[in-house]
């Protein structure tokens, strides 16, 4: 590899002064508008940030949370995930509302100090009550002392009376102490968010809350309740960052599958926004400056520009942000551990190929040596057709490329430089048609001093490099 040093790829770092300097997206005007959005209301709202797995969430409220602070309007980040190891999402939640007011100072601060003190007072009325369960260890206690013979029976029936009025009592006086409390609690918070905001003009503080997706069912569902029923109050906002399908998943699992997600979801949240597909080419152009891949392929003797495969087939193969940061990593990892498996040309093009096949189809890729190659084949071979965009020969020319390399691999076909005839032949087996098949044929023809080609043995050699990748973690 020389001198040559491949670079790793960092969090994206979001700029002070400018939160878009490093926005390879294009997310300011999303952003932007989304701000005049929330600003125009008066009243609490929650916002839902909808994404799929790995679509760039997190950065994305993290780039939007700075640009309101450049605008003097108060945020706070709440991580969802990170805190549902506590029994109650209020605490949690308020918690992170107490933390922020270390970032205050002078009258702010000491009258933000004040309410919240107020809060903690109202907030005992709130939370889950323990006493149900304080209660029934005391009623098993007593029953494992009747079982013992300890304590007889019939002696007790006037405690479990007893006990009962005591509960329903204390049941109903907590219930009529909440509502007052409530309304005491929802004062207080309200004029809390007004102590975050430094300048005279009135403006919302603006809780994200992120993760929400990936916590336990029932914390997911909690901080939900807690976000639209008790900070439902003017000078709030919620931004939930979240990919709404997981969390579907999240709410049945507790309250069953044939619940409507949908409108319990409307309860709760007031707009959906889905956030932008980003584009492909401008995200894993922008990581392989980051990776310095572009220079790493410079190095090589390719007939085929890998950069160009490699924007083409990510963007074929629709991977996600954080896949196309996994892709990376790993092509990093292999290429600074196993530098010897002699990766140009033709094999370059099928290591990148086999990374992605092991993130996005895992399954085929490990069939691969697991059993008959040629059943491995007619897999690929499948999978591969089934991402060609149209019957299109610019469109799907490094699909098409890739295909033949791997049916040179072929078992059935022992000549590297075979016939027209039995590349024909073998192809017709997966129903291509005579357009594919003479396309096929002229990839042969057009490589006419160096036929493309790579025999089974460089395949399994590149996968077992790429397996070493398995014992890292990527952050």
Known sequence: MGKLSLGKCQPIEIDADNPFKNDALGRKENIENLTQFITSFEQSIVLCIDGGWGQGKTTFIKMWQQYLKNLHIPTIYFNAWESDYTDDALIA??????????????????????????????????????????????????????????????????????????????????????????LEFKQALSRLAECYSSNEEKKPLVIFIDELDRCRPDFAI?????????????????????????????????????????????????????????????????????????????????????????????????????????????????????????????????????IILKLKFPGIYKNLGNKNFSDFLDETIKNIDSHCASDDKNSNYYLELLEFLLLRTSPYIYDLYSSEDEIEQNVRKFNFDENKIERLIDIEIEYEYEKPSINLQMVLNIKKAIEISNSFKFN
């Open 93 to 182: 939640l308020i918690g992170e509302i107490s933390l922020a007011i270390d970032n205050l100072s002078g009258e702010a601060e000491s009258k933000a100090k004040g309410l919240l003190s107020i809060i903690k007072d109202k907030i005992r009325y709130l939370i889950k009550d323990g006493s149900s369960k304080e209660w029934l260890t005391i009623v098993s206690a007593i029953g494992s002392s009747i079982s013992k013979g300890h304590i007889k029976a019939d002696k007790i029936a006037e405690f479990a009376t007893n006990l009962n009025a005591a509960l329903a009592k204390d049941q109903i006086e907590k219930y009529e102490k909440s509502k007052q409390v409530l």
């Open 222 to 354: 909690e901080v939900l309740e807690k976000a639209k029923h008790l900070f439902n109050v003017d000078n709030i906002i919620f931004v939930l960052a979240t990919d709404k399908t997981q969390l579907s998943h999240s709410i049945r699992a507790v309250y069953g599958q044939g619940l409507d997600v949908n409108g319990y979801l409307r309860r709760f949240i007031d707009f959906d926004y889905l956030l932008p597909p980003s584009s492909d080419e401008l995200y894993i152009i922008h990581l392989m400056n980051k990776f310095s891949l572009g220079k790493y392929f410079q190095t090589k003797d390719t007939n085929v520009p890998a950069s160009e495969f490699l924007v083409d087939i990510v963007h074929k193969y629709t991977l996600s942000l954080r896949e196309q940061e996994a892709l990376c990593n790993i092509f990093n990892v292999v290429i600074r551990t196993k530098i010897n498996i002699r990766l140009k040309n033709w094999t370059l093009i099928i290591f990148i190929f086999l």
